[in-house]
Structure formats: C-alpha cells, structure tokens
C-alpha cells in the first residue's frame, strides 16, 4: 500500500486541502470533518436545498471506473454547494485517443478548473494525481482500487456518531470481503483514529489480506462468535465475480456462513446499527429483512453521505485556496 | 391497464402531487394546468428564461428507456424552473450491478431528491413508484410502456386550446398505431375529459386494442372514411418495428392506407390543424408537405410541451410539499 | 470547400451572429473577437469564475461525432456566462430513430433554444444549419469535417498575440497532415487575416491539399528547411487512421522526417513559441520533452481556449438577438 505522507493533503496550516485517504489524518481533523456534515445535514432539509460556499467554482468528476450512485452523491453535494459540475467519463472519451492520464488531468487544470473527484481502478491513482499530477486542484478520492474509500468511511463515522455516540464505547464489526474492499480499510482506519476500542473484522480466510493485524484489529472467521455484542455491524458488499476466482465457495454457502440474517444478528448488542454501504445484495450477503428491518441506517448513510461530501468538498477547497494564496505571496 | 385510484395523484387539498396519468383528473385540474402551461409560455420569449420556482430542488430524471428528445425536454423545463437536474440512465448503470429498481430510486429519495421523471418501459413503473416506493417524491410519468404519457397529452391538450379554442365544439382524429401507443390512450382521456364531444380513432383493425369503445371513441378502419370535417388530426409515430412483427402490411402499403398526405388531409377541415408527437416518419405516416405545411403545429407543439413540463413539475412539487407539511402537522 | 457569403455570419450591423468559420471576417472583427477574451482571461482567474452574460440562455451542445474535450471546453464557457447547457449527443439518440438533422435541430429551436454549438464529421455542416435550418439560433462551429474550427483558431491567434504580439513581424510555421485538418485551414485563414506576412505550412506531399497555395503559404517538404527562423510552430495531431490508407510511412518514419524534437526545435528562433491544439501523441508528432518544456505553451492554449470561446459565445449572442429584434420590428 501507498504510503501516504501527512502533509500532502494538509496545507502549511493543516487544513485539508487534498482527500485521498483516512490515514494519516488526526483526529481533530476527522471530528471537525464531521461537525462541518453534520451543519450541512440540515441544508438537505431546507425548501431551497443550495448554500453559495463552491459557487462560480468548477469541480470536474474524474471517472476512470463507472459509477453512477458515486458520481451521483458528488454531483449532487458539489450543486447544493453552488459549484458548476463537469462529468468526464474517461474510459469512454480521451483516454480511446491514447491520451496519457497525465495529459487529460493537466488540460483540465489549464481549464481553470478547481477541484477534481477521481475515481479510479488502480490504488494510489488519487494520490498520484495530487502528488504528481495537479496539487494545486484539490483531489477528493472518490475510490481508488482496492486501496481507499474515505468519503465513505466518513459517512459511515457519522452515522455511527449520530446514532451511538462516543466511538470510545463502541464495538464494531466489518463483516465480509475484507481483502477486495476499499472501504473496509478506510473504515478501519478512521475507526482506529476515532478511538473506537474494539474494531473486529470478520471475513473467511480467503478474504482476509496479509498483515490485517496491522490496523489493530481483532480477526474472526465465525460470524457468530464475531458478532457478538457488537453496537455496530458494517456489512460489505460482495463482489460476486469473485466467485469464479475460487476464492469463495458457493453464493449460498456464503450466506450460510456471512450472511447477516435475523438471526445471526440477534448476536449482536439487541439495538446493534445494521450498515452497508451499498448496493446491497439482497439475499446475497444481507437478508432483505433485515436490510429494511427496524436496527437498519441502510438510507440514512446515503442522505449523510451528501453532508459528508460537502463537508470535505468546502473544507478542501478552502485549504487548497488558501495553500494556493500562501505560495503566490511567498513568490 | 392498471386501475389508478384518483387520490394517489392528489393531495389531501386535492392539489397534484404527482402526474401519472390523465385518467381521473377532473376537468377542473386539467384546465388549472392548460392556464399555468399558458403563464409559463410567456417565459421562454424572455430574455430570462429562468423562474425561480423549484430553486434549491432536486430533480432527477429516472430513464429505463433512453429518449434523449422527451429527457431534453424535462431537463430543459427543470432548468428553467432553476432546478437542479441529475440525468440518471438506469439500463447502463445500477441495475447492471444487479440492484433493484426498489433499492436504486429508495437511495435518491435518501439523497434528498423532490422529484423523479420517470421514464419505463413497463406499464404502471411510475405508479407503483409513486404507490410503493417514493410516495413523498414526487413522481412525473415521462411515459410508460403502452400505457400513458400524460405530458405529451396535455400539450396536445395546450395546443388544441391555443389553435381552435372551445373543446366542446370540436372533432379530433387520432390515427395509426393505436394498440400501441401511450399518447393515443392518453390522448383520448383528456380530449374526453375536457369535454370534446367527437373524438374518433383511425387505424387497421390489427393496431386497435381490445375495448377501444371504453373511452367513448368512433373507430373508423378507413382514414377517408374518418377524416371527414374533422377540426384536428393527431397523426402517430408508426414504430417500423411493428412491422416484422406481422401485425401490418408493408410500410408502402401502410401510407397508402393511413398517411396522411395533402389529399386526405383535404378531406378534413380546410383550416384542421395537423399534428404529431414527433419524431416524425417522412413518408411513413405523414407526407413532408403536410408536416411542414401552413396546418401543421408539430413544432409548436415542441414549444408548448416545455411549458407544460414546467407546468406539471411546479404544481406537482406544490402539492407533494404541502402534502408532506399537513402529514409532519398530523405526526 | 463551400464559399461562405461574409453575411450568413454577420447581422445588419456587422456583428458577429454565427460563428462558422474565419473565412470573410475582418481584422477588425477578429481583433474585437481576441480583446474580447482577452478581458474574460481574467474571469478564470477569479475565485468566483461567472459573469451573468448568458443567464436565462439556452446552449446546445449539438454533438453528431464524439470529442468529450472539445464539448467540455464548450460547457466550461457556456457555464461560466451562466448559461443553462444541454448536451446532446446525437450519434447515439435520435438519429438512431431515423429522424433527419433537419428534424433534430427544428424541435431544438422550438424549445427555444438559443445557441447550437455543433460537432459534424461533414464539412460544411454548421454552415447549412444557420443557412437552412436554424437561422435564428446562434451556431458555433466546434470543428466540421476537413473544413474550419474557427473557435480553435482563434484561440492559436490569441495564444500567439499574448506571447509573441505584433502578427505584422512573425513567421508561423504549421507542421504535419496539413490535407486532413480543419484546425490548419481556420488558421492558415486567420494569420493572414491577422496580417501575419510569413505563414509557412510543412508537410509531406500525400499530406498536402491541392491548391494549398490559394491561402499565400509557402510550402516547405523538409521540416529542416521549413522551421528556420520561425517564431511559432504550430504542431498538427497526427491522426493514426491515416497510417493505414498508405498516406503516410511508418510512424517511425513520420516522427524522424517531421517530428518535433529538440534538435527540429533548435532550426527555429531560440524562444520561438511551440503551440499543438491538443491531444499531443508524444513521440508520434512531438518529442515529449518539447511538450513539457519552457517554448511549450500547450496548456496556455487550453486556458485561453475557455476565454475564446466565452467571447465567440457572448458576441454571437449579442449579434443574433440585435439581429431578431431588427427582424421584428420590420415586421
């Protein structure tokens, strides 16, 4: 994995100014990411749903992967931030003219415009961007490979906070194709970053990655047995074309044995918080029933994750300008 | 066809909240919505075509189907209404992930999205969208399979009224593929509601629906025979996918039969307008000189659907917010 | 090539109103044309990139062949005079339901659109449409066929201007598939507009069109010979397709005979300016090194670019409404 240096993303004042990866990043830093969502929270309940704080700037969605629901969640949080937005499909357009990446991004930043949201299949892309490419465009990783997520682990944060509180108290459990998932690695960083005491990853053998003890986390092959009296469940999506790799047995035989049910989240805490990043498989990896039930905030992650990327997308921007300001008065 | 309970289009004050259908509408709405259509016609000959009617508010137009001329059209209506617009086509994206059409429109709801135009190939989509999955989004129904286009109805409905005024007072004849045909169903509902006493439908037996007398309609087999003093023919658009399919003689024979050419338009009205949803068939079920002749409105009926689409969306958004207001009052 | 009447392009007053080609435009309009965006250079510049010259107007981006970085250019400017843009690319809508142009383009008027910004694979295209289709819309010409791409020509002679001045004193120097590129041609014309009294093109001979010397270049075969003491060289993407049709030798061959490299470079003046409209194919047409160097003002291009097409968008549509107004009030 990328090792990521802290101050690529902070400014000379340690605001955040790129957003490419929980790591390294303070808790401070984490919590005012979220205090900032949680003001935006209430834009999205207003008659006029837009606040001025990105107008007349350009934020151009970098998609080298196809996304719809991602792009979507950019689009939208970048318009009630005023901003105007411009889609780039990329595997579909310049990059079938052979341009390099390196050629697109530069022409876009010579277009003026202002921050990029990169999602991308190689790890580390965004942050090759950031470092290499264009610093001086804000970079918001919106997905890169196997590597990050941390738009979603941020939303996931605040989920958790806006319905269980202090992450001091909490249990915690990531259940399902840990190795492949880019968001189980942001969520456990920022869990660990947040203070959450006991983080467990429950997932078979095969879907474990190597040196998984290095996020300080417990690791469990029994669902039931990771499950217990956990405040918090965070379930992955399955890729399911990692069925014919070999690494998984069956689609039954998986919901058999990971599969959140009825009643194996009985196991958990009676009130345990049900969370999925979505799309969900219905009776793939989750029980229908329990993706509506009553301990599921399935929804509600998807109407915090427009706070969220508001929040990071004015934080970033502010950081980048100011950086931007600070380098031009020392030249 | 799916039986549309009156209520489920309207508020508690009987205001529209969504638009899915003409059938059971009363005279008064449609004629409350020819009057606003009207208002809003006089925007687009501005310099500024922009009211600031649904600024701040989420529109997201839900196409299963592409059509790019009925999305531009919505798209463009939105705008000029200051909305913001997401353009989601669904075929290429979610549902290719093998999510449902429940879970996708449930995750814009929970983006905070005010209203869906949605577009289905499958008869009642928008209905059992509005029914059973978003009742709090307001859903505009851009046309579902063989059942209804309400819009494309009602600005035939805008230019009826503009071109010969009194619906009481006039003829109008459909013509061609009936059986399969949104607007012809849609068409004849409203003609029916607004009080057009002689509505007749022109078409080979093979292209008539079973129980086409439902609607109060003279069916005619021979355009000539049909055509005689009307006021107003509707031509449609003959899909040349029929064809294969058997159900019509070869698309020579099929103009001789039914297209609508300088001389069987004589046989009408001298001044009857000549009309058509677009986008035409040259020579398949309209002769060129009649589409662009001094009878035809086909173009202005482009115009007048911007200002319905206007109409519909600001009343709809009226009514599903007041509609949430009196449900959060009685909470 | 079509000859263009110098008033198709100009209203009763000699303003701009479409904008298809250099061909018959004064100095004096294109001198207006460059200090135009030159006054917009500076609104990229801003932390709030708009100015409300558009608002209420309607842009179509009416694009019959792909090319997402000139249609993001287009959207780019449009949006920052605060127009509201539809993009529309119609290779893939309706066209593929057998609808003519001419249809296409008619019911995009009557929606009241005000501006076409046309994309055509036939020379000649965005001329017909504001001859015979739309006259009343504005249309931009963003490159037909073989034939002109005004908007990126004049953003060559803006770039040239900024960095070099006088035109009057320089020697310009356009390299590469001279026959296939309407970016040559619009600039060939534009320089002697501009009264730039050395324009010299380089080119093998397969790569030359007859009666080249109808726009008083001079020809050079041997890029050796041809880059002495010029000031600007003017790369030309070098389209791969063309390798197959026995029109061109190896691309080895075709980068040593007339690639830009360092040691090519050094026949110029030592600060002559290194210009490409952009893709670059590195190593096909130009030495990478010559790309990102200190003579390259490759990305400037793309920066102006923006401001040239905000000011081509602004003075048409100043043109066209002033010329609609005329029409009217003779009527």
Redesign the interface.
């Given at each position: 994995m990328t090792q990521m240096p802290q101050h690529l993303q902070l400014n000379h004042q340690g605001q955040l100014r790129h957003f490419l990866t929980i790591e390294g990043l303070s808790r401070e830093l984490l919590t005012e990411l979220l205090d900032t969502a949680d003001s935006f929270l209430e834009v999205?309940?207003?008659?006029?749903?837009?606040v001025p704080l990105l107008?007349?700037?350009?934020v151009c969605n970098v998609f080298f992967e196809?996304s719809?629901?991602t792009r979507?969640?950019f689009?939208?949080a970048a318009?009630?931030l005023s901003a105007?937005v411009?889609n780039?499909n990329i595997s579909?357009?310049?990059t079938s003219?052979?341009?390099?990446l390196y050629?697109?991004l530069?022409?876009?930043?010579?277009?003026?415009a202002d921050m990029f949201v990169v999602r991308h299949g190689d790890s580390g892309a965004a942050h090759f961007i950031a470092e290499h490419v264009c610093p001086d465009v804000a970079v918001i990783n919106a997905g890169d490979g196997n590597h990050a997520h941390p738009t979603q682990a941020m939303l996931d944060m605040l989920t958790i906070r806006r319905h269980r509180g202090d992450f001091e108290k909490l249990s915690v459990a990531i259940v399902g194709d840990i190795l492949h998932s880019r968001v189980a690695r942001s969520n456990m960083q920022a869990l660990k970053t947040l203070g959450c005491p006991d983080i467990r990853v429950i997932a078979p053998r095969t879907l474990l990655p190597d040196g998984i003890e290095q996020y300080g986390v417990r690791v469990f092959n029994d669902l039931r047995v990771g499950l217990r009296d956990v405040d918090v469940v965070i379930m992955l999506r399955l890729q399911?074309e990692r069925m014919q790799s070999g690494l998984l047995p069956s689609e039954g035989e998986f919901y058999r044995l990971y599969g959140l049910t009825r009643e194996t989240l009985a196991l958990a805490k009676p009130d345990a918080l049900v969370m999925h990043p979505?799309?969900?498989?219905?009776g793939v990896e989750i029980e229908s029933e329990v993706a509506d039930g009553p301990q599921s905030v399935i929804?509600?992650q998807?109407?915090y994750?427009?706070a969220v990327r508001m929040a990071v997308m004015s934080m970033a921007m502010t950081g980048q300008?100011s950086q931007r300001q600070h380098t031009q008065e020392a030249n």
């Open positions: 999205g309940e207003r008659a006029v749903k837009k107008r007349g700037k350009t196809n719809t629901r979507t969640t689009e939208l318009k009630r105007d411009l780039l579909t357009s310049s003219k052979g341009e390099t050629d697109t530069q022409n876009l930043e010579a277009m003026a399911r979505g799309p969900i498989n219905r929804l509600k998807v109407t994750g427009i300008t």
